[in-house]
Every structure is written in structure tokens, then in C-alpha cells.
């Protein structure tokens, strides 16, 4: 078994009204940054975990998203795997 580390970013999707982006959003002109035309505020989700293989890592953090991590309504989500940084085991 390997160790990786999924990063699956989760996001509103198009078109769905999402309040917490409006409301950075207006933040953001108050403050005077002018010219935002959209801003969307989604969660980022690392994983580290053990697998046999990166396909298999993917296939679980998806497997993840699709029960648990994302609403299949109104959310999308993309997973990206890679093999868990060596050194970070050590320390």
C-alpha cells in the first residue's frame, strides 16, 4: 500500500445562487475592488490516505464526493491525487 494525498475542491455550481460569494462579493466593493463581475466561494478537502494505487485513491475520493463530501445537487467537485509527500511522514 502508498500513501497519497487527494485534493478535492468542491464548488457551487453554475447558475445556483450562492449567498456566501454575494456577500464577499459586495465586501470586496465596499473595500473598493471594482470590477468583480462574479465570485464564487466553494471548500477545498485534502485527503491522505493509503492505497494500492493512484487510480484507486481517485476512485475513493470520489466514491467520497458522491456519498458525503459534495451535495450531488447542487454542488460539482474534481479530485486531484498524488503520491503523500515522503518527507511530511518523517516528521
Request: hydrophobic fraction near 35%; aromatic fraction near 4%; proline fraction near 7%.
Amino acid at each position: 500500500m502508498s500513501r497519497f494525498t487527494a485534493e478535492v475542491r468542491v464548488t457551487p455550481r453554475p447558475g445556483l445562487l450562492d449567498p456566501e460569494g454575494k456577500a464577499i462579493q459586495h465586501a470586496l466593493d465596499s473595500l473598493g475592488y471594482d470590477g468583480i463581475e462574479e465570485l464564487r466561494v466553494g471548500r477545498l478537502i485534502q485527503v491522505e490516505m493509503t492505497a494500492e494505487s493512484e487510480d484507486e485513491a481517485r476512485a475513493r475520493a470520489e466514491e467520497m464526493c458522491r456519498k458525503l463530501l459534495a451535495n450531488p445537487v447542487t454542488e460539482d467537485f474534481q479530485v486531484q491525487v498524488q503520491p503523500a509527500d515522503p518527507e511530511e511522514e518523517e516528521g
